[in-house]
């Protein structure tokens, strides 16, 4: 029997990742999908729409709902996460608490990031701890939940046991961008099954620097084209003359780093800040999602963001499954496939998905100017973990110090003691 678990199933995401799964049966034939989350009024909600959808379909599949973690986890081959600590009230407060100290207010990186991954590994961690005890042997425990890298290097550190990869949506959403605007430039259909587009870095923190298609290297047009398009614009994303000296494309949150004052200012319109614009569009979603009648997501699910969620999830498990030997771009420890850069850093790099396991292609490394940001960061990862996991409030405060983003060091204590007061209830390992 093949069982997959949802750990966070309440989320608006939930139809899109069934569609995933519904578009697969014939080569992942999902017998059982359990939806679990701790917030038994969502669960209804979107689980109840979940198993319309599915028996629209001829139920291929039975959807269980349950807000116990240790029976959905139990006996599956594979488990998501796709949860939120503190709920989507808690990203606003991430995002809140960066503006009260004129700094970055975003939910995955700078001190939102810091907060987030605070309340959420410990979370992590507990999960591993189930899948360990209670899954099928060998279970892959497949992470959504941001920030994805670094929750990825916590599970790399302490549930090393436990077969584990981060996954995000950029890479896909990139490639996508990439084919459409090659089809427009030369007027051909390209199927994305045949390309592959290689970025390294970290998650949210990486850059894309090549692109093929049937393995034929097109990334001269590629950037060539990238660069006409932003000289073409009054108000380019980036400026130019970076991607020619780069010729990479830069992952859009590098946005907070290399333009911190333009998102800084940008801050100043709030409200509504990111997190109240998506809480806002949730009600709606939760609302279409309670009509007994509805069967199909609704157009407006992408209002949410994360494009392409479902194609990343399902056909990942799928390769995995099936033993394809496709690549995948995820997050997963270095070991040596940059053999420049430590081995236990996990990297977002693509990687070979096969049944026995998915395993980092090795690639060269970025050049320094990428580096020493990437550097400055992993330290701050690093130092997140052993706070998050002993409730170490020297490491937290370490952490804020190295983040490019955090605070000046006459700053970092107010920011900590303000942080933790704030997400007090969601971190008990700093009060205990």
């Not at 890298?149 to 961008?177: E, F, R, W």
């Not at 960061?377 to 952490?399: F, I, M, P, S, W």
């Not at 804020?400 to 060091?409: D, F, R, V, W, Y």
Request: hydrophobic share 40%.
């Amino acid at each position: 029997m093949l069982k997959v678990a949802v750990i966070g199933g309440g989320s608006t995401y939930t139809p899109e990742l069934v569609n995933g799964f519904l578009a697969r049966v014939a080569e992942f034939p999902l017998d059982e999908l359990w939806l679990m989350d701790i917030d038994e009024e969502r669960l209804k909600v979107v689980g109840s729409f979940a198993q319309r959808m599915v028996e629209a379909k001829g139920s291929p599949f039975k959807v269980i709902l349950s807000t116990s973690q240790r029976e959905s986890v139990q006996d599956a081959d594979y488990v998501t996460t796709q949860l939120r600590v503190g709920h989507m009230e808690a990203r606003r407060r991430d995002e809140y608490l960066g503006l009260r100290h004129g700094l970055i207010g975003q939910e995955t990186t700078g001190v939102g990031g810091m907060a987030k991954a605070l309340r959420t590994i410990p979370v992590i961690l507990k999960i591993a701890k189930d899948i360990r005890e209670v899954a099928k042997p060998g279970t892959l425990l497949v992470n959504f939940t941001n920030p994805a890298g670094l929750v990825t290097q916590a599970l790399s550190q302490y549930a090393s046991d436990v077969p584990a990869v981060g996954v995000c949506n950029v890479p896909i959403t990139t490639k996508m961008h990439i084919i459409e605007s090659l089809e427009k430039a030369t007027g051909k259909k390209i199927d994305p099954n045949h390309t592959e587009l290689k970025t390294l870095g970290l998650n949210h923190l990486s850059w894309h620097r090549g692109f093929t298609i049937d393995g034929e290297d097109v990334w001269p047009q590629v950037i060539g084209g990238f660069i006409e398009d932003l000289k073409s614009q009054s108000e380019p994303e980036w400026e130019p003359r970076t991607i020619e000296v780069l010729r990479m494309i830069p992952n859009y949150y590098l946005q907070y780093f290399y333009h911190t004052d333009k998102k800084l200012k940008s801050q100043e319109k709030w409200p509504p800040s990111r997190a109240e614009e998506v809480i806002e569009v949730e009600k709606d979603l939760l609302r279409e999602y309670a009509d007994p009648n509805l069967k199909d997501p609704p157009a407006d699910l992408m209002k949410r963001g994360g494009a392409y969620y479902s194609t990343v999830a399902t056909q990942l498990l799928n390769a995995h499954y099936n033993d394809l030997s496709e690549t995948h771009v995820v997050n997963i420890r270095n070991g040596e496939a940059v053999r420049e850069w430590p081995a236990d850093w996990v990297l977002e790099i693509p990687s070979m998905v096969k049944k026995s396991g998915i395993t980092p292609i090795p690639t060269e490394p970025l050049p320094p100017s990428c580096f020493g940001l990437i550097a400055n960061v992993k330290a701050y990862e690093l130092l997140t973990v052993e706070a998050a996991v002993h409730g170490d409030r020297e490491a937290a405060y370490q952490a804020l110090l190295a983040h490019p983003l955090g605070p000046k060091a006459d700053k970092v204590q107010a920011v900590l003691d303000d942080l933790l007061e704030t997400h007090k209830e969601h971190l008990p390992q700093f009060w205990n």
